[in-house]
């Protein structure tokens, strides 16, 4: 499973996503948003969505120095919350600049592919894939 | 139960270069937030008398509790003192800007005082700094500005820009405040209060989590308002955004055209939201928690006046409202003009109805021999847009007396140079872009801050269809609409999202999603008691309408369903003053 930006060009910059993605954890605000847009130098340029792509081999779980995140099988990893130290060592391993910071927590936002944010986009900008990760695909 | 981060409010002093943070959940707990909560803080803070271009004048930006929670709920409420009217002033813009003072931790700011030297703020949590912005003062184009401050500040992407131009430098009394480069607190002369604080700019973000009372009913009720912002309820902002009223306005004949000489001309199809969709429109944006994407932005595509080959591609938004002030009002015929004209406006900083209002009352009283080139010092003709771009420099840069005059409004420049029959101003406003009958004159002239938004007046004489109500009663109507769209403007919701918050069921549901227990009754009595509050604000400072003070020309051109009455409207009026008198002392 993973969340594809099918078609950037359509974004409005709502930040609907962002929205939708807080709101799914039971909360409001942007702070535990596990995706992004954001305008790429000034709203006339349209905007850059930014999300997981749920690596096979993910650059942000071999710099942990604690193994909190664990590489999942179909691709991503899943955060051991109890084992992350908040050295940010992930944001920074990043090559597509898609781990967040939740500065209240001094925890990373990892995404867990839910495909909320997809399901809540109103100009279909992001898709839902199911199969990605899967065995026979 | 409101939450601590929303219910705090952060004091700015532009002379001590100070701020304090206090908590005032006395006051959101009363009014709830935006419109309610600014009026109030503005009578604490704003001394009764107070000159709007002072440093006693205050700056309030206020959102809502249901801010950054809701679809729609995207509009940030500015209340000052206008420098144009002398009055309350108050005007909305999205953007951003709400969520980015949401997310910073606070439910209102409000600025006071006045900075020695050009200043401007970044607010980023609990962290306000004053930058030096001597630099940036007299920059000749708005846009520019915005790109400097992205390049210096944190927060890339997904910040407020609130920013003047040279006309709020230059405290021309309709400049605007432009946040985002496309949406502005437009109207009443904002950008001059900025100016005259020597403030030029506004930077704010935050990131953080809003807890909620009842997590699960909050997606189930969310859910509910996003189905019903992305049904048929909101197609008119959605495809061709608010310029699809041009043509049904030309057709109906209520689209003033040429000063409101007329209300009708060949050149309403090519401004329409059809044609400008058709071959300009280039992008869609919205703000912050809106699906809609209203903000329409054309591509415009400019050889080089001297080099071949060389082009200039600007992007440039458009709205209902500015492609009648600087587009139908001026007579201009072609896509193109407006296009510059609105580009124009927006660098220079200007209250684009405004300034298209002022132009086309210069243009009549040249028309007139009333006044001649010497004044106006460019020869005005309606239709001449490149005439028309010099006009806006002028009244930004000031060259003479008249200017001076008109960069003060079109009520100030007809006290002094005559044609006020003809002078489009109501309460010493600019008149929007609505000749649909007495409604909507008497809607903005009685309005609590002169705007086609306070009462929606234009939407009632569209309803009623000439079957008019007693005057009264008509005015009953708008005091009860006007008072309405109060708790809109306190939750804070968009007024495009009118008919989903007003079906009250709605906003009860939200409210308690976030632990606010509040009646239907409750949240009506909220929204007259707010109007009330505004309204005894007005009188304080000296505001009682006047029949004498209608510009004549809305009774010579007639309406769709025929001609103003005079009769009609002095009965109104004379209705309004008695309850004002009654209700608001």
């Keep these: ?116 944010c997809a399901m809540n986009c109103p100009h279909h900008v992001l898709y839902f894939n199911k199969e990605w990760g899967k065995k026979d695909v | 139960m409101f939450e601590d981060k929303f219910t705090r409010v952060l004091y700015i002093d532009l002379s001590k270069k100070s701020f304090t943070i206090r908590s005032r959940r006395d006051l959101f707990e009363r009014w709830l937030g935006g419109t309610g909560v600014g009026i109030q803080l503005l009578k604490e803070e704003c001394p009764q008398g107070t000159d709007p271009l002072s440093p006693d004048n205050t700056i309030i930006f206020s959102v809502g509790p249901l801010t950054s929670l809701y679809p729609l709920a995207s509009k940030t409420i500015a209340i000052f003192k206008s420098p144009l009217t002398g009055n309350l002033g108050e005007s909305h813009a999205g953007g951003r800007s709400a969520v ?17 030297i ?118 008119k902002y959605h495809d061709l955004g608010t310029a699809v009223n041009v043509l049904p306005l030309h057709e109906i004949g ?73 587009g139908t009002m001026l007579g201009i015929k072609e896509a193109k003009g407006f296009l510059k004209l609105m580009d124009k406006t927006e660098k220079l900083g200007l209250d684009a109805m405004s300034a298209g209002v002022a132009l086309a009352w210069a243009t009549e009283m040249l028309n007139k021999n009333i006044i001649s080139e010497k004044e106006t010092l460019i020869k005005f003709s309606f239709g001449d847009w490149e005439k028309y771009l010099d006009g806006l420099e002028n009244i930004v840069s000031m060259p003479n007396d008249f200017y001076k005059a008109l960069a003060r409004g079109t009520n100030y420049a007809s006290e002094i140079y005559g044609g006020k029959d003809f002078a489009l101003n109501f309460g010493k406003n600019e008149m929007p872009g609505y000749h649909t009958g007495p409604a909507t004159h008497l809607g903005w002239f009685l309005g609590a801050r002169h705007s086609h938004l306070d009462n929606a007046g234009y939407s009632m004489d569209q309803n009623l269809k000439g079957n008019y109500p007693a005057p009264e009663k008509l005015v009953d109507n708008l005091i009860e609409e006007e008072s309405n769209r109060q708790i809109l403007s306190s939750l804070v919701v968009c007024f495009f999202a009118r008919a ?47 029949y004498l003070d209608l510009p004549k020309r809305i009774f010579e051109t007639p309406a769709p369903f025929g001609k103003i009455s005079e009769e009609y409207m002095k009965k109104a009026i004379e209705h309004f003053r008695t309850r004002l008198e009654q209700n608001f002392r």
């Design chain 1, 1 to 116: 499973m993973r969340i594809e930006i099918i078609d950037p060009d359509r974004c409005v910059g709502c930040e609907i996503c962002m929205l939708a993605c807080v709101r799914r954890q039971g909360f409001g605000g942007l702070a535990k948003a596990k995706i992004a847009v954001h305008s790429s130098g000034g709203m006339e340029k349209g905007f850059t969505v930014l999300v997981c792509r749920a690596c096979f081999d993910p650059p942000c779980a071999a710099v942990c120095p604690t193994n909190a995140l664990e590489v999942r099988k179909d691709g991503g990893v899943n955060l051991i919350s109890e084992k992350c130290i908040g050295c940010k060592n992930c944001v920074e391993a990043c090559t597509v600049n898609s781990i967040f910071w939740d500065s209240e927590t001094n925890k990373p936002n990892i995404c867990i592919y839910c495909g909320f």
């Design chain 2, 100 to 116: 980015s003072i949401m997310m910073a931790g606070y439910g209102a700011i409000v600025i006071k005082g006045k900075s020695d």
């Design chain 2, 118 to 235: 050009p200043v401007y703020l970044s607010i980023f949590d609990n962290e306000v700094r004053f930058h030096d912005a001597r630099a940036i003062w007299g920059i000749k184009d708005a846009i520019t500005v915005g790109k400097i401050i992205r390049q210096r500040e944190t927060f890339s992407g997904q910040r407020s820009i609130m920013r003047i131009g040279r006309a709020g430098e230059n405290l021309v009394r309709f400049a605007s405040l432009n946040t985002e480069t496309y949406r502005h607190f437009g109207r009443l002369g904002l950008g001059a209060v900025f100016g005259s604080k020597n403030l030029k700019a506004v930077v704010i973000a935050g990131k953080r989590t809003i807890n909620l009372a009842d997590p699960k009913a909050y997606i189930r009720v969310y859910k509910k308002l996003l189905d019903e912002t992305t049904s048929n309820l909101m197609e």
């Design chain 2, 254 to 326: 209520g689209l003033p055209i040429e000063n409101l000489n007329k209300t009708s001309y060949d050149g309403a199809k090519e401004l329409s939201g059809e044609n400008l969709a058709q071959n300009y429109l280039g992008r869609r944006i919205a703000c912050t928690g809106c699906p809609v994407a209203c903000v329409h932005i054309a591509t415009f595509r400019d050889p080089h006046e001297e080099e071949k080959y060389f082009y200039k591609t600007s992007m440039i938004g458009y709205d209902y409202e500015p492609i009648y002030s600087l």
């Design chain 2, 500 to 546: 989903i918050y007003l079906n009250f069921d709605n906003t009860i549901n939200c409210l308690k999603t976030i632990g606010i227990d509040l009646t239907k009754e409750e949240l009506k009595e909220l929204g007259r008691e707010i109007y009330r509050q505004k309204m005894s604000y007005k009188t304080q400072e000296g505001w009682l309408p006047s």
